[in-house]
């Protein structure tokens, strides 16, 4: 069974944590939610959740992807933790997936690993930092080998569903996506 790191930091995306986390839940994959800090982490729109752990607890574990939800300001913290940034280069030496939505790209751009690959985001969120080697995309979801990113809010379904793809292939998330009767 895949194992996902979801970490969340203060000002997280509601709508995309908590369906990114659901949905892949819903697959049987197992899903470790970390906060940066101790405690209840407050979302964007107000919206507290329960980590299952600490992101300090959590860097003891081995993952197969690392999923960031987006949201401002939960993307400009996890940008300034350099825990995160040093995960996601682990990650990615290793061969395993990072995913990203909405803001949070900035944070897999700063870290280094969109360089020479496809990538999406919010609207501006990767266009306004001038990314020279980066093919910026307005499709929902964008592969490009390990790394996915997506849009938004709007298409953090989409994303999920794409997650599950890559994880546990295409007969469960058909069968994930027919039980969310879409």
Do not use: W
């Amino acid at each position: 069974m895949a194992n996902v790191l979801v970490p969340l930091a203060p000002g997280y995306e509601e709508l995309e944590a908590v369906t990114i986390i659901d949905l892949l839940r819903r697959a049987g994959i197992q899903v470790v939610t970390a906060g940066l800090d101790d405690g209840p982490v407050r979302g964007s729109r107000g919206t507290v959740l329960i980590p299952d752990t600490t992101l300090h607890n959590a860097l003891q574990q081995d993952f197969d992807m690392v999923a960031l939800p987006g949201g401002q300001p939960g993307s400009n913290n996890l940008n300034s933790d350099p825990r995160i940034h040093t995960l996601l280069r682990h990650m990615a030496d290793k061969g395993k997936y990072t995913a990203a939505i909405c803001a949070a790209p900035l944070v897999l751009a700063h870290a280094g690993l969109l360089h020479g690959k496809r990538a999406t985001s919010f609207p501006s969120v990767l266009s306004k930092m001038n990314l020279q080697d980066v093919e910026l995309k307005t499709d929902a979801v964008v592969q490009d080998g390990k790394v996915i990113t997506s849009r938004g809010p709007g298409t953090a379904m989409d994303f999920a569903l794409t997650l599950i793809e890559v994880l546990a292939g295409k007969a469960k998330r058909g069968e994930v996506e027919a039980g969310l009767v879409r």
